[in-house]
Each structure stands twice: as C-alpha cells, then as structure tokens.
C-alpha cells in the first residue's frame, strides 16, 4: 500500500531519522550536513538541494527546516564548547520517537539504507579527515561556488510505501507548529491529574 505526505514532513523525516542514526547526537552542523549530502545525492526522491558553498556542500533549506523543528523541539541542539565551538545536534524527547524511525524505514526503505551507510562511512570521522573528503569531492571541483550540486524533487507531495492513516499521523507529529501547542497544553496540564505523555500521537503504528 502506497500514500504521500508532503514535501516538508519528507524533509523533517529524513533529518529525523540521520539524527536519530547517531547514538550520542550529530556533532557539529558541518558534520550533519555533510552526512546528509553523502546520504541523498544519489537516491530519488531527494529531499534538499545542495549547492557549492565556501564550507563545501551546503543546503539552506535542511538549515531552515532544523531551525523549524528546533523551535518545535522535535530536535535538540546543545552548544558545544572548545576550541570549533558549535552545535551538538539530538533528537527530542516525543514519545512516537521509535515509531517514526520504524516508519521511515517501511516506507522508504531505499533512503533509510542511505542514510545509515553515510553514517556509518563519515558520521565518525574526526573533523580534519571529514574536511578533506569534503574538498576533494570531484564534483565539488568541477562546479563553482553557487552551483546546485544535487537538486531536490519538484514533487510537492512524496510516495511513501505506508497506508492513508499512518501517513497523516506522520504529518502530525513532524509538525513544528502542533509539537510546540502539545508542549503548551502540558504545561498547562502540569498541575493537573492528566498526563499528555501517555497520548500517542501516532497509534496506528503500535
């Protein structure tokens, strides 16, 4: 069984799902959006398009789509101290964190494979090797900076192998706007006998 979900939940799904792949966070924004290059530039649908900046492969678009869940607190960022200084990029705290990845991974099977050999091939490297894969990147030599790289779908809806229902509920959860109404609500709940924790947000998928 096939459904869609629209373009941004495919975005934050993706982002969700390469973070989720580190077991202590992603460190450093360079370091995401590298392993993310690596991870989409070769699969259909993609979802961002990268271009050739002076920091090498760079999307503007993951950037504005990690700023949107960070305020929706669907990711986390810590500032990392030290010399590089920067960001320590996780995963929040939803309850359905599971059952989100689960969902990438039955209905976009090919992605998910992706994403987790980019991990597994530069999400570890130390900053220094990282840099010169980076900068040694044949495409990244032959085309000059503002280049597009890889250019995402045009499609504003994505086929995913998951039913109606579940699809929706991934729309839901991936939103920024409902994570930070739910956050609200339990606050607003604190003081009283019911617990939002124990609402999930995607059901169908238990």
């Known amino acids: 069984m096939t459904s869609s979900i629209d373009k941004e939940t495919f975005q934050r799904l993706t982002l969700f799902y390469l973070i989720g792949c580190f077991e202590r966070g992603v460190f450093s924004s360079f370091r995401l959006q590298k392993v993310l290059y690596y991870a989409i530039r070769d699969v259909e649908p993609r979802p961002f398009t990268f271009h050739h900046t002076r920091w090498g492969q760079y999307s503007r678009d993951a ?3 990690l700023l949107h869940m960070l305020e929706g607190s669907i990711v986390q960022r810590e500032a990392l101290s030290g010399k590089n200084g920067g960001a320590l990029w996780k995963t929040g705290d939803l309850s359905d964190s599971n059952d989100i990845r689960s969902a990438f991974e039955e209905g976009m099977p090919d992605h998910a494979e992706a994403i987790r050999k980019s991990v597994d091939e530069y999400g570890g490297l130390k900053q220094g090797e990282l840099d010169e894969i980076v ?3 044949p ?4 085309r000059r900076r ?4 890889a250019r995402e779908t045009g499609d504003k809806r994505i086929w995913i192998r998951l039913d109606e229902d579940t699809a929706e509920e991934l729309e839901f959860a991936l939103s920024p706007l409902l994570s930070l109404a739910m956050a609200r609500l339990g606050m ?3 003081d009283t006998d019911f617990d939002v ?3 999930r947000v995607i059901a169908s998928l238990t």
Do not use: C, P
């Open 197 to 199: 924790s124990k609402v």
């Open 139 to 142: 495409i990244l030599k032959e």
């Open 188 to 190: 607003t709940v604190a």
């Open 135 to 137: 900068h040694s990147d």
């Open 146 to 149: 503002g280049r597009v790289l």
């Open 63 to 65: 950037s504005v789509q």
